[in-house]
């Protein structure tokens, strides 16, 4: 007695059947590595940033703050590793948040960024809908970074991270900086590069998609 015909799984038919949008998901994946690249190249040398030679007291606050702009102009890629590695640090020496915010960042990508389109969320035998989907990550995002130890953690380090750009900024005289060569972004904040990455556009237009 001859078994009966298997009906044969077409490539199509598997790609609709994956969970994550695979392809989404690669594009943000590269267009991110090559923003942090790009922004990376664009740091100046950390032996200038900590010369010993160019450190002297202010003369007045609107010195101060004249010297901040002009240093946050031209040392804003340092700074926001500065930052950064104040952000890991805290983050690190408290796993018990790192482990919340990784969590977070997971929900929010495989189960509404990334999730495939004809995918629907499907927990305990119940399907959500898109727009279901995003209200419960939200008041997620929002219980636990208000309201819990989590946001003051990172409330805390990110202060930490800005008051030492800030007191760097403030001692380093910019006279011998080559501000001229700067594109015209005196008025940029200190992680503007990064609102303008193209993983950011990835990942917003994936958000529009789903809107």
């Not at 919340?100 to 119940?126: K, N, T």
């Not at 409330?155 to 501000?179: Q, W």
């Amino acid at each position: 007695m001859s078994s009966p015909a298997t009906l044969p799984v077409t490539n199509q038919q598997a790609a609709q059947q994956q969970p994550i949008n695979t392809h989404a998901f690669r594009t943000f994946l590269s267009r991110l590595s090559s923003s942090l690249r790009d922004s990376l190249s664009q740091r100046r040398p950390w032996l200038e940033l900590i010369d010993r030679t160019s450190f002297a007291r202010p003369d007045s606050l609107t010195d101060s703050i004249s010297r901040i702009r002009k240093n946050l102009s031209y040392f804003k890629v340092n700074y926001a590793a500065i930052v950064s590695l104040v952000l890991a640090f805290s983050l690190l020496s408290h796993p018990f948040s790192l482990l919340v915010l990784l969590s977070l960042l997971g929900a929010w990508m495989f189960l509404y960024l990334f999730r495939s389109s004809d995918q629907p969320l499907v927990i305990f035998g119940r399907g959500f809908s898109d727009r279901e989907t995003l209200l419960g990550l939200v008041v997620t995002t929002v219980v636990v970074v208000f309201m819990t130890s989590v946001g003051s953690l990172l409330t805390s380090a990110l202060t930490v991270g800005v008051a030492v750009v800030c007191l760097h900024g403030a001692f380093r005289v910019p006279d011998d900086l080559f501000l001229d060569e700067q594109e015209p972004s005196a008025n940029a904040g200190l992680l503007s590069f990064i609102g303008n990455s193209a993983a950011t556009s990835a990942a917003a237009s994936v958000v529009a998609g789903r809107v």
